[in-house]
């Protein structure tokens, strides 16, 4: 019976934990090895709070102590499912769900069993589906503008003796609306870059071509704000990069949004491309305007942080930070002073 108990116990796929009246463990199945890291030995020889982290065990000690004391009036009980962070052998903190029972043989004889689950998975994609949902909120909105501005001045343009300034923006507008069905189409692709998991899609395009098509095709945004965008390329030479093509647009349109957010009237965005010492091509994108206050510069690129800009959930700078770092293996880096905010990206074996 011994033997089929403890086969029946291993074979849950959730971690079952019991204590008895003295708070010993008695029960510790394989899945709880696997998840929290310890053998059975070790955590009978540890105690229970080997698991608990340090700021829940006074918590933890003072409930159990209560439930002792109330302990006469129950026959047995079961808990609601409830939440909770767990401490791994590895120091790791991880979320977990669990239910605990209590079994009474007597009045000094009970056991307290708890199932516990690990949640991390599930905790990770409903924060990744939150983050989702908020950036392709954020991202159409600033699709919809552009397309809308360029429309705008697409019509009022036609008619009139500048057929090409009209050509230009009827190619904006369907860039813009293409870009706006691709961001439909890659939303699952953010949740595959926060995993690691994403797989890079390459190919051969010239970086310089590329950079000045997105600073022509954010001219209507930063017109609306009454601000310009100077690009220079300072390379002198062509520069054909092997990479993911989508996803450094994605990249460069939330440095460059934020640069025009950031610059104020009557002034210029200024987008250099250059080189570095060792001769790698970097894209510095500069504007104008307040410094990023310092107390938020050291988390700027994480997820949620923002600053100065009006309808803005801070994702952009996490992203462009995951597609050129985490995907590409690049540098991205910034520095602020009064009167100058500088984003500066030093591409490296992925060009040729």
């Known amino acids: 019976m011994d033997h089929f108990f403890q086969q029946l116990v291993d074979s849950l796929s959730d971690a079952l934990i019991t204590v008895n009246q003295e708070q010993s463990i008695v029960v510790w199945n394989r899945m709880a090895e696997t998840m929290f890291g310890y053998s059975r030995e070790e955590i009978q020889a540890l105690g229970l709070e080997a698991i608990i982290p340090e700021a829940y065990r006074q918590k933890h000690r003072e409930s ?11 026959a047995s009980y079961t808990s609601p499912i409830r939440q909770f962070e767990a401490l791994r052998k590895d120091g790791g903190l991880f979320p977990v ?51 809308s501005l360029a429309a705008r001045r697409l019509s009022s343009s036609l008619g009139k003796a500048e057929q090409a300034q009209a050509e230009k923006y009827s190619e904006i507008v369907q860039s813009e609306s293409q870009g706006l069905i691709a961001l439909l189409d890659s939303t699952r692709e953010l949740i595959l870059l926060e995993t690691g998991e994403y797989q890079r899609k390459d190919t051969p395009f010239d970086l310089p071509a590329l950079v000045q098509s997105k600073t022509e095709h954010l001219q209507p945004l930063a017109a609306a704000k009454e601000v310009s965008i100077v690009f220079q390329n300072r390379l002198g030479r062509e520069v054909t990069l092997q990479a993911d093509r989508l996803l450094l647009e994605r990249a460069l349109e939330n440095l460059l949004k934020n640069a025009i957010e950031a610059e104020e009237p009557r ?52 992203a462009a930070k995951l597609i050129v770092e985490t995907i590409h293996g690049w540098h991205l880096a910034f520095r602020s002073s009064p009167g100058e905010t500088v984003f500066r990206i030093t591409f490296g074996s992925s060009s040729m």
């Open 64 to 74: 159990y102590h209560q439930f002792v004391r109330t302990i006469d009036s129950r």
């Open 97 to 147: 769900e669990l239910t605990h029972s209590m079994v009474k043989i007597s009045p000094h004889e009970y056991y307290i069993s708890a199932i516990v689950r690990d949640i991390t998975m599930r905790k990770r994609y409903e924060l990744m589906r939150n983050r989702l949902e908020r950036i392709t909120r954020h991202d159409l909105k600033n699709k919809l503008v552009i397309i």
């Open 267 to 318: 002034r210029a965005v200024q987008v250099i491309l250059g080189g570095s010492e060792t001769g790698a091509p970097v894209l510095e994108i500069s504007n104008g305007g307040k410094s990023i206050p310092e107390k938020i510069q050291k988390d700027l690129f994480t997820p949620y942080v923002t600053h100065g800009k009006k309808g803005g959930v801070g994702l952009g700078l996490y």
